[in-house]
């Protein structure tokens, strides 16, 4: 008798079986979500894109220089949340900078070379002309160098007698609302400089650059300390996030 051996047949479970490769592909972990998006972010940039970003990926953009691998996007958030605005980011001391988390040495100096580098630009803007035929310029600077900074300051602008500045000079640096300010210093720095005229400038922390009547008060006894030695002070500028305020411009002096 002949028997004939047949093969046994497929199951359903064999036929569902995956193939090896499939069984590689599936144990591979998913690629980061954020994978590609430095290269497309630079591509934006790089096409002429770079006022259309908004600041938190600007930031990313800077953030890429420091740190050279991961997702700098929730840093870049964070730094904004924590600060307020892209200006106040890079107006922040390297201190402040690095209570964020993710912020270490090098990121906090990448970040205060870019506001030294703005406030260089600004003040090359003021030294080549006049500063009273360059007041949007001064403005600029005075907002650049002032507008975020924690503490109060207060400094003068030294010019010549063509209003050109020989010198911008803090003269003292106080608490978050208070700048001590001594009228003869103020004069005494002028004489020595040969200074004809000065604007005065300080920054409110606040962010409200209106003046206050403490304010009013020290820069009449400045203007009336400088007034008999022919020493004639132009303005004094008030800086604070919410733009610059003009004590001229005011009816303040």
Known sequence: MNIDIMPPPHTAVEDAAPQPDLWRAASQPAPPHHLGHRDRLRERAGAGGLAALPDYEVLELILFRSIRRGDMKPLAKQLLARFGSLGAVLGATAEDLRTVKGVG?????????????????????????????????????????????????????????????????TMNHGTVDHAPVYPREVVRRALELSASNLILVHNHPSGDPTPSPADVDMTRQIVDAARPLRITIHDHLVAGRDGVASFKALGLM
Do not use: C, M
């Open 105 to 169: 040495p090098e990121v906090a100096l990448d970040l205060k070379l870019l506001h030294e580098a703005g406030l260089r630009t600004a003040r090359e803007q003021v030294k080549r002309r006049p500063v009273i035929s360059s007041w949007t310029a001064l403005l600029a600077y005075v907002k650049t160098a002032l507008a975020h900074e924690p503490r109060e300051q207060f400094r003068v602008l030294f010019l010549d007698k063509k209003n050109q500045l020989i010198a911008d000079e």
